[in-house]
């Protein structure tokens, strides 16, 4: 049996500065984040900003958040989510202006497409991916 969705469900991007990652994340990749409201008991040191999803059954993909969390550090060397994009090269333009750091250029991943390795403004690492 095939899935209806790929395998991961939702994602959580954890900063420290919610309103410079904003500001990295919408300019990096070109759009716009929404507020999300706290889950149920989780009022205080909780933040999310919600990148765009469609949360239908059939739509590919996740959805996701940027969370600021007391207690929850971000970083490099955790888990790699990679953004689709229609070229990787693109969005990896803006890292530097946006106050990113691209670790690894747009490479070839072939069959598979591109890839370029960037770092937010939290120190997250992430990924490009795109088929062009």
């Not at 040191?45 to 996740?62: I, R």
Request: glycine letters at 14%; charged letters at 15%.
């Amino acid at each position: 049996m095939t899935p209806k969705r790929n395998p991961v469900g939702w994602f959580e991007i954890y900063v420290s500065d919610m309103a410079r990652a904003r500001a990295f994340y919408e300019t990096v990749l070109g759009i716009q984040m929404q507020p999300m409201p706290n889950p149920d008991g989780m009022d205080g040191g909780f933040e999310m900003l919600m990148f765009p999803t469609n949360m239908e059954n059939d739509a590919p993909g996740c959805g996701g958040t940027l969370c600021r969390m007391d207690g929850f550090t971000p970083g490099a060397g955790g888990t790699l989510i990679y953004f689709s994009c229609q070229d990787c090269g693109v969005p990896a333009s803006r890292v530097a202006a946006a106050g990113g750091k691209v670790f690894k250029e747009k490479f070839s991943i072939a069959p598979y497409g591109f890839i370029a390795i960037i770092i937010d403004t939290e120190g997250n690492m992430i990924g490009l991916h795109s088929m062009e």
